[in-house]
């Protein structure tokens, strides 16, 4: 590195446009203002986003990354040098970001999927995502925290330890893309990324305060993503603000030949959706309280949820929105919750073991049948938690994707979708709204919180893994519709309600206008 961008990394929390530690994180479009202005630099952000990564890792701090970038002031004095030279600006250009760590980076960040048996991995090439992010200037600051392979909501791993909540560090922060969205509620970072199978980006955006999406299944590729199971994976971001969101999202979509799912994409997908941020998109909007969903609860009749979850009705009625709240359960004959996890379940080991044998293929593992054996032996297992070993057992001894009962449920599967989106068409609602979870973020494993008041009316600590709630999240996975999760009302705890909007297929651009409405109506 030269010696002006040496001194430029040393001062740079001093620049007058900087970001000290301890100051409010800016937004994504904050940034480019400042960018754009010259009052600030690259070499300052990234200097200050590390310097709030390095707070937040120390005692008593949220523990949300598991590996720093050790190349990130360098790539952030090549931005400013790319800057100086005159041109436009990238459409992200400097924004600290963290890469979940089951994305495949190209650098001299690990990719290990928060497992100890993966240690050492660097990957070949870049995730379609993280590439493309890439290219649109961001500085990747470091590797975030996850639940262990994607499995669970605790957001531990054997590699990074336990991440504490965002908002609140007695809190859980959700998983498995814990670390994602405890970082960007922490105001560590303003854009990380997420995968989402059964809930993983839904549960941390609401635990933590922030915006997350879980798109439709194809509308961003999956290629380079560590998988869990292709009838659901989806990745995605998770950011401040919807505005935010939408200067992202664009970026990462489109067809790619690696990713098959994303050939239903053409036709749909945007590269730019900056032009549904209307503060107006509520008004004349039909929106549907979702009740019951296949046999499931899905808004609290009471609990600490239910004022929030009310509240937000009323704001989205204020802003000019047509809520319906009799609508009648969602229902289907032959399928259920059941046929999702029939199908779900068997496919993490084949395709594991195919990533493993292809771009994972000098990996310390070769499948997941040695995942199993290593994370259950020394010296291993004493970071590894019990629950994640039961989890890998019960996966291991279920039957492979194949057979009469597996077929028979893909083939019923997509009767959740058509009667989703059949009662938002004969209802004539461009959105169905639920809280995003049936509890507010739980306390961390044996930590007394008194403001939690969800799951444990004894008022003592909740087991490792507990997660009350409602199964809410699933609705999008199971249908591969999208859903849009928003921070709502304050709860105790400094924590918010989560509010999710869910829409038909391909939907994204409603959604945002339909969220950005309600954020600026707050």
Request: charged letters at 20%; a positive charge.
């Amino acid at each position: 590195m030269k010696l002006r961008h040496l001194l430029l990394a040393v001062a740079g929390t001093l620049l007058v446009g900087g970001t000290p530690a301890g100051a409010a994180t800016p937004t994504i479009a904050e940034l480019e203002a400042a960018f754009e202005a010259g009052t600030t630099t690259c070499v300052a952000e990234v200097s200050a986003a590390l310097q709030r990564i390095r707070r937040s890792e120390r005692r008593g701090g949220i523990n949300a990354v598991i590996e720093t970038n050790p190349d990130a002031l360098e790539i952030a004095a090549e931005l400013d040098a790319e800057a100086e030279a005159g041109g436009e600006l990238r459409p992200l250009h400097c924004v600290p970001t963290l890469i979940k760590d089951n994305f495949q980076t190209a650098d001299r960040l690990s990719t290990t999927a928060g497992s100890l048996t993966m240690r050492g991995y660097h990957a070949p090439w870049d995730a379609l995502v993280v590439a493309r992010l890439r290219a649109a200037g961001i500085v990747i600051v470091g590797k975030a925290n996850m639940n262990e392979w994607a499995q669970g909501v605790t957001g531990y791993s054997s590699r990074g330890g336990q991440t504490k909540n965002g908002l609140n560090p007695k809190r859980g922060p959700g998983g498995s893309s814990g670390g994602s969205a405890a970082a960007v509620g922490a105001g560590i970072v303003p854009l990380a990324t997420g995968t989402d199978t059964g809930g993983s980006i839904q549960i941390p955006a609401s635990y933590n305060g922030v915006v997350g999406l879980r798109s439709t299944k194809g509308l961003i590729s999956r290629a380079g993503i560590i998988p869990a199971a292709e009838v659901s994976d989806v990745a995605g971001p998770l950011v401040g603000n919807v505005a935010d969101l939408a200067r992202v999202l664009g970026l990462l979509t489109g067809v790619d030949p690696r990713d098959p799912a994303t050939a239903a994409s053409a036709g749909h997908f945007r590269t730019d959706y900056r032009a549904y941020l209307d503060p107006a998109g509520l008004a004349g909007a039909r929106i549907g309280v979702l009740e019951e969903a296949f046999g499931a609860p899905f808004r609290a009749k009471r609990g600490p949820l239910r004022p929030g979850f009310e509240a937000a009705l009323e704001r989205m009625r204020g802003a000019g929105a047509t809520v319906v709240d009799d609508l009648p359960p969602l229902e289907t004959r032959g399928a259920r919750w059941q046929t999702f996890f029939t199908v779900v379940g068997p496919q993490f080991p084949p395709e594991l073991d195919n990533w493993l044998a292809g771009p994972g293929r000098s990996a310390p593992v070769s499948s997941f049948d040695q995942v199993l054996r290593r994370s259950s032996r020394p010296p291993v297992v004493r970071r590894v938690k019990p629950q994640l070993l039961r989890t890998l057992e019960d996966i291991a001894a279920q039957p492979p994707p194949r057979g009469a009962e597996y077929r028979g449920a893909v083939r019923r599967l997509p009767r959740l979708r058509r009667a989703t989106t059949r009662l938002m068409r004969d209802h004539h609602l461009d959105a169905l709204v639920f809280p995003a979870t049936g509890c507010p973020a739980p306390p961390r494993a044996g930590v007394v919180d008194p403001t939690y008041r969800c799951g444990n009316k004894d008022g003592g600590p909740l087991p490792f893994g507990a997660n009350p709630g409602t199964i809410a999240p699933l609705l999008s996975p199971v249908t591969g519709l999208p859903v849009l999760t928003l921070p709502g009302e304050p709860l105790p705890g400094d924590q918010r309600v989560g509010i999710s909007l869910l829409g038909r297929a391909w939907s994204e651009p409603e959604l945002i206008s339909l969220g950005f409405a309600f954020e600026q109506a707050g």
